[in-house]
């Protein structure tokens, strides 16, 4: 009887105990459904939003060396590349005629282009294109007619450029124009400077019958200073001389000139000054030589849209050429300079080679590209 009782108040107190554990996890279960409820709410701009603690990381515990060192520290500065340096022979002593080049130096058009140009005048103006064939200088100026009679014999020069585009030179003779000039001329004892006076002028000036006779004076090399040789009497006239200079100095001196242009004497317009490089070599060096180009063509724009600072520039970096005899000759240079350079003009070349095919100087013709090349084409 007693075992059957305590049988029942087992079975009892299990009830209560099963009955206790399902009223708790209801409970339970109805405050999940509340928080549910509340996170189900979409959130505005008002929503308060906690963050838990421990998503965060206070300041204080980020130590400075954490900090990344190469924030602090600037990268190293790119060092330019070096400049290719090129050497350039002048054709004369430095004057007005060569400001493209002074320019370009001056205003950092060269270096722009990688470039370092140094710019050197010769002991004796007939030694540039020797010194280019033989490649002591790698850029050498000159004439066109000089051009011509060197490839002719087998120099290894052409053209790249063009400085000034109408000759420079010309007959500068002693004293007034004469009444009967074409036989006081034939008379005359002529000096020269380079080629170009040697080969063209005087053949035209001097009849082949007047140079055969005795008393004939055989032309004289004036080298690198024809207007000693005027003043001095070494020659009655200079067969190219630069007539932007050699006039105004004679006539400091109270010494009376005149001109014969060189169209006078039916020689075919051609450059006056041209840049010359190896032949050999222009089209392995062409992007040297279109770099160079580029910059002399820069140069040039300069000067003619800005004159009086060009001048300014080139006689505050080379003071010899602050002169009343350069400043004259100033503007005249201006409209000769050409602004493009690397242009050539295919017409003036094949033109100049059949003048001297004419004139028994040479025994055939050379074709263009042996003359005279554009490099930004090559």
């Known amino acids: 009887m007693l075992r059957c009782r305590s049988r029942q108040w087992h079975f009892a107190l299990l009830t209560v105990i099963v009955t206790l554990l399902l009223f708790t996890s209801v409970c339970h279960a109805d405050s999940d459904d509340q928080k549910n409820d509340q996170t ?8 308060v939003v906690v963050v838990p603690p421990s998503l965060w990381t206070p300041i204080e515990d980020v130590s400075e060396d954490e900090v990344p060192t190469m924030a602090l520290t600037p ?17 004369w002593y430095l004057s007005p005629q060569h400001a493209a080049l002074v320019v ?30 033989a490649g002591e200088v790698d850029l050498a100026l000159t004439r066109q007619p000089l051009l011509h009679l060197y490839a002719h014999e087998g120099a290894p020069i052409i053209r790249i450029a063009t400085l000034i585009e109408t000759a420079l030179t010309a007959v500068v003779v002693m004293g007034p124009e004469q009444l009967d000039n074409a036989k006081n001329l034939a008379g005359l004892h002529y000096g020269y400077t380079t ?19 005795d008393d004939f004076s055989a032309p004289q090399n004036l080298h690198f200073d024809p207007t000693r040789a005027l003043r001095e009497g070494q020659a009655d006239a200079v067969a190219d001389g630069f007539f932007h200079y050699l006039p105004p100095q004679l006539a400091t001196e109270g010494i009376t000139t005149h001109l014969i242009r060189f169209e006078e004497l039916d020689i075919p ?17 062409a992007d040297t030589w279109s770099r160079f180009t580029t910059a002399i063509e820069e140069a040039s724009n300069w000067i003619v849209e800005n004159h009086d600072a060009a001048w300014a520039l080139l006689t505050a970096t080379h ?15 201006l409209r000769r300079m050409a602004l493009s350079p690397a242009a050539v003009d295919s017409h003036r070349y094949t033109a100049f080679e059949t003048y001297l095919l004419q004139m028994g100087l040479i025994d055939d013709t050379l074709p263009l590209s042996r003359l005279a090349v554009d490099p930004h084409v090559l």
């Open 269 to 285: 317009r051609h450059d006056g000054l041209v840049v010359l490089a190896n032949s050999d070599s222009v089209v392995r060096r």
């Open 104 to 133: 370009a130096k001056e205003r950092g058009y060269y270096a722009a282009q990688g470039l370092e140009v140094d710019i050197q005048s010769p002991a004796d103006p007939s030694i540039a294109i020797k010194l280019l064939t």
């Open 319 to 333: 003071p010899v050429l602050d002169n009343d005899i350069n400043a004259a000759a100033w503007q005249d240079i």
């Open 75 to 91: 990268a190293p500065a790119l060092e330019p590349p070096p400049l290719k340096n090129i050497t350039l022979m002048l054709d």
């Open 40 to 47: 189900a709410i979409p959130l505005t701009l008002e929503t």
């Open 195 to 213: 080629r170009e006076g040697l080969n063209l002028s005087i053949p035209r000036l001097v009849p082949r019958s007047v140079q055969q006779t």
